[in-house]
């Protein structure tokens, strides 16, 4: 295998292509080094990665990333050469990564909150990531995909989201599941509640495909989020929801999910509301009623069984898919999803 580090220190710099947010709200493709590898990483040849409203978020500036980035968390590709001390990937290989670099040893690590460690690097959040044709990665954080297609690869990361939200907020067996926002997310949430025991799940968004596709991968009631929509959501459960979900990362939409959770049930806030929002609760609600309000970020070690879930095809995401790229269209893209003109998920494939 060719250490490209050693080419580059030998003084040929070896250029990729590349998406970069070179300041808030400005991003574009160009010509930057291929990555340096340190001796523990490997490099990856990226064949498919996806979009998502993380990236808006860093694109707009609303996320703790520093500029200039390449974005891009979701992805995969094969093994184009590793630092000298990597020894368990070939050249070629086909693999994923984690996108969340965890340094192992500080109090958080210590106690397995890896996903709060004090030292976290995030790939294409606080350093490079994969909307570039190739991606510097630890080895920890590699995982071999067999012969998974890349472009459902690409999903590993947002369903290991998914998979850890659901083990912090498990739905009791028999249980009835609202999940509310039907974008990629839900649709991996009404899935996995599906296979985890709920008995029915329900699902509420404004747009009308995206609840005929949660229909198609097996939502029970897939209901407008409109006045009439509510009123017959309510008239099908008038106990509300054992388990509510929030897929839409709107405070105003938040704020009126306590209402749908039954008594001893609970809301899992998996959206991504704005930093600084706010939402009034009814705290004497969550007394009376047994609430319990769950939060899920990012994921923890939930590689494996996202890997798995997908390999088995028990989950569906290719047809989460709304369009494919290439990396010159991935300036205009965000562009589009930062002034909400565009909805549905993209993959980057190279
Ligand atoms: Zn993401
Ligand atoms: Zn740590």
Request: glycine share 8%.
């Amino acid at each position: 295998m060719v250490a490209r580090q050693e080419i580059q220190e030998n003084g040929v710099a070896e250029m990729m292509n590349a998406y970069v947010v070179t300041e808030k709200e400005h991003g574009e493709v160009l010509e930057v080094p291929i990555p340096i590898l340190r001796d523990d990483e490997v490099l990856l040849e990226v064949k498919a990665a996806g979009l998502c409203g993380t990236d808006t978020h860093i694109y707009q500036g609303e996320y703790f990333s520093e500029f200039p980035l390449v974005p891009g968390h979701e992805f995969a590709g094969v093994i184009a050469s590793a630092g000298k001390n990597v020894s368990r990937f070939e050249a070629g290989e086909r693999v994923t990564a984690d996108p969340n670099v965890a340094c192992g040893y500080c109090s958080y690590c210590q106690e397995s909150m890896e996903n709060f460690c004090r030292n976290f690097q995030g790939v294409g959040v606080t350093r490079d990531g994969a909307f570039a044709q190739f991606v510097a990665v630890p080895q920890q954080c590699v995982f071999p995909i067999g012969d998974l297609p890349f472009d459902e690869a690409a999903f590993i990361e947002p369903l290991a989201c998914v998979v850890y939200g659901q083990k912090r907020a498990r739905p009791p067996i028999g249980a009835s599941v609202l999940v509310v926002g039907a974008g990629a997310i839900g649709q991996l949430h009404i899935q996995l509640a599906k296979r985890n025991g709920a008995a029915a799940v329900a699902a509420l968004d404004t747009d009308s495909e995206a609840l005929k596709l949660a229909s198609s991968l097996g939502a029970d009631h897939c209901l407008e989020n409109s006045p009439e929509g509510r009123e017959e959501l309510a008239r099908r459960y008038p106990d509300g929801f054992s388990m509510v979900i929030d897929c839409t990362g709107i405070p105003e939409v938040v704020e009126t999910l306590p209402a749908w959770v039954r008594p001893g049930g609970s809301l899992l806030v998996f959206g991504v509301c704005p930093e600084n929002s706010r939402m009034t609760v009814n705290p004497f609600d969550i007394f009376r009623r047994d609430l319990t309000i769950i939060g899920s970020f990012a994921l923890k070690k939930t590689f494996p069984e996202a890997l798995a879930l997908l390999q088995s095809g028990d989950i569906a995401v290719k047809p989460l898919v709304s369009r494919r790229l290439d990396l010159e269209a991935v300036p205009q893209t965000l562009a589009a999803y930062a002034a909400g003109d565009l909805k549905g998920k993209s993959l980057l494939i190279f």
